[in-house]
């Protein structure tokens, strides 16, 4: 099974900036889909942004324009760039990986085969 490693998270003040990595066990990372998601207390896990590995991006429609993902392959990783945070973007995100055997959308945590451990991003007013 595929080990995933996020870190990059932290206390911001609103208006502030984060970058998330997601860094990859194995030979295989440039043939998986990576996605992002978080989880605020309460709720369930939502849908923030995923990259093909074509580099097609897709992102929740709120989120889109302050959050951009982005992979580089030499070094196994995934990044989430956050920008003019604001304090419901509190919650614990998780990057997951598909795999070139899972043909379904990324959008559905469902459909991920593999999830790291989560790094906490908490944004202050």
């Known amino acids: 099974q595929v080990q995933l490693v996020e870190s990059g998270g932290g206390l911001v003040q609103a208006g502030g900036s984060l970058r998330l990595s997601c860094v990859a066990s194995?030979?295989?990372?440039?043939?998986?889909?990576v996605g992002w998601f978080r989880q605020a207390p309460g709720k369930e896990r939502e849908f923030v942004a995923a990259i093909t590995w074509s580099e097609r991006t897709y992102y929740q429609d709120s989120l889109k324009g302050r959050f951009t993902i982005s992979r580089d392959n030499t070094k196994n990783t995934a990044y989430l760039q956050m920008d003019s945070l604001e304090p419901a973007d509190t919650a614990v995100y998780y990057c997951?990986?598909?795999?070139?055997?899972?043909?379904?959308?990324?959008?559905?945590?469902?459909?991920?085969?593999?999830w790291g451990q989560g790094t906490q991003v908490t944004v202050s007013s």
């Open positions: 194995g030979q295989a990372f440039s043939t998986y889909h």
């Open positions: 997951g990986i598909q795999s070139e055997h899972n043909f379904r959308t990324v959008r559905d945590d469902n459909n991920y085969d593999a």
